[in-house]
């Protein structure tokens, strides 16, 4: 596969395109770094199917897109703790990333993105769902986007991460220091597309700032039902070799969990982003 050849083309209707042609475990050319991360900025989420790569490629590939942020509450690849596992193992019920959620929103600086990499896929099962937060934020009304144009919102990894977690034990660690609150603004400006997009999620979302939670499970629970509308939302189907590089800052994205009793290994590496603005 050559990055010359390299095509990309949509893969749902509001989210993701598929890119062929090129060779992930190469260095990427100018042209063809330049036409992953438009793809990426522009759809959210962009899938390569068929890529060989080793660990230090992997790693070398995100590196590309900026600096690696080594996650505190992942167990990692032996060696390279740059690379965060996703594994549910054949007697295991629970699975990561099971619910609608944007990585690292907890965080001051949220992260740009991540690389996943299926290196073990289950025969059938363990899809993942994306949503384009992109048409979310368009689809609402006019009134509606007045309202949210001066909310903020409070996010949090205390309630995920800093708590043992039965069934989970050996796949999250380090609860101590699960203490990042951040507050955001509900709906963003992409900082590399200029597109508004809406900026909260079931995963990691407490309240908006200055409300009560009961104050904000109306409209959060309204956003979160509206943000899933079949219209906005791509299934990805894994197999061994493929890759996930999606923008945190555009889509939420759901692992599904229906492949009880067979095993699933993904690594998982996550760049970093820049501080987000209304």
């Given at each position: 596969m050559l990055n010359n050849a390299m095509t990309v083309r949509p893969a749902g209707a509001a989210v993701g395109a598929e890119i062929t042609g090129v060779d992930l475990s190469q260095a990427?050319?100018?042209?063809?770094?330049?036409?992953?991360?438009?793809a990426l900025v522009t759809r959210?989420?962009?899938?390569?199917?068929?890529?060989?790569?080793?660990?230090?490629?992997?790693?070398?590939?995100?590196?590309?897109?900026?600096?690696?942020?080594?996650?505190?509450?992942?167990?990692?690849?032996?060696?390279?703790?740059?690379?965060?596992?996703?594994?549910?193992?054949?007697?295991?019920?629970?699975?990561?990333?099971?619910?609608?959620?944007?990585d690292h929103s907890y965080d001051t600086v949220p992260a740009m993105g991540s690389l996943?990499?299926?290196?073990?896929?289950?025969?059938?099962g363990g899809d993942t769902l994306?949503?384009?937060?992109?048409?979310?934020?368009?689809?609402?009304?006019?009134?509606?986007?007045?309202?949210?144009?001066?909310?903020?919102a409070v996010h949090s990894s205390r309630h995920v991460f800093g708590q043992k977690r039965a069934g989970m034990e050996d796949r999250f660690r380090n609860e101590h220091l699960a203490t990042q609150d951040a507050v955001h603004p509900v709906v963003i400006t992409h900082p590399e597309s200029g597109r508004k997009a809406l900026y909260v999620n079931p995963g990691f979302t407490l309240r908006f700032d200055g409300w009560t939670d009961e104050e904000s499970k109306p409209l959060l629970s309204y956003l979160y039902q509206h943000a899933v509308r079949p219209e906005f939302v791509y299934r990805f189907a894994w197999q061994p070799g493929s890759l996930a590089f999606w923008d945190n800052r555009a889509t939420w994205h759901y692992a599904v969990n229906d492949y009880q009793?067979?095993?699933?290994?993904?690594?998982?590496?996550?760049?970093?982003?820049?501080?987000?603005?209304?």
């Open positions: 990427l050319s100018e042209s063809a770094r330049n036409s992953i991360r438009h959210g989420v962009v899938f390569f199917r068929d890529q060989q790569l080793t660990p230090e490629q992997h790693i070398a590939l995100a590196r590309e897109f900026g600096d690696i942020n080594v996650n505190r509450f992942f167990s990692h690849a032996d060696g390279y703790p740059e690379i965060a596992l996703v594994v549910k193992e054949p007697h295991q019920t629970k699975n990561i990333g099971g619910g609608w959620h944007t996943l990499y299926a290196r073990e896929t289950p025969p059938a994306f949503a384009s937060m992109y048409a979310a934020y368009e689809a609402l009304s006019d009134g509606l986007k007045q309202t949210l144009a001066g909310l903020r009793g067979e095993r699933r290994l993904m690594h998982r590496i996550t760049v970093e982003g820049c501080p987000l603005a209304a």
